[in-house]
């Protein structure tokens, strides 16, 4: 599945899902701010592999780091204006590859029960 996905998301979002997971979690958030560690917890990776991705993010000026104001050794992963539009192409990508995929394969009335069901967990 997630090959299929990968597949749409770097040529036409301009980016790997990885990215745009990070993305997600981030827009999800007060602020589309998050913690280094906590946005590698939500993303299943280690806090090494979360740091080489968001250095990645930033470098391509999706995300930049900000300074926690209460502990001086907390990052955090802030999206840019060029994130927030990064990421709204890149949503538009990954539903339409999610249907374009996966939706002529469910049968009527499956789609309503993922949807329901994926819902309850976020």
Not at 34 to 46: C, E, F, H, P, S
Not at 71 to 91: L, M, S
Request: aromatic fraction near 6%.
């Amino acid at each position: 599945m997630s090959a299929a996905l990968e597949r749409d998301m770097v040529p036409e979002a301009g980016m790997p899902l990885a990215w745009y997971e990070v993305l997600l979690h981030l827009s999800r958030s007060e602020g589309w701010m998050m913690r280094y560690q906590d946005l590698a917890k939500v993303a299943g990776i280690t806090n090494s592999g979360a740091s080489r991705r968001l250095e990645q993010m930033t470098k391509a000026g999706l995300i930049e780091r900000r300074s926690c104001p209460t502990d001086r050794r907390g990052v955090f992963a802030h999206v840019t204006p060029k994130g927030e539009a990064a990421f709204a192409k890149a949503h538009a990508v990954f539903v339409n590859s999610l249907e374009s995929n996966f939706g002529g394969k469910l049968k009527a009335g499956e789609a309503d029960q993922i949807s329901a069901a994926l819902s309850r967990l976020g």
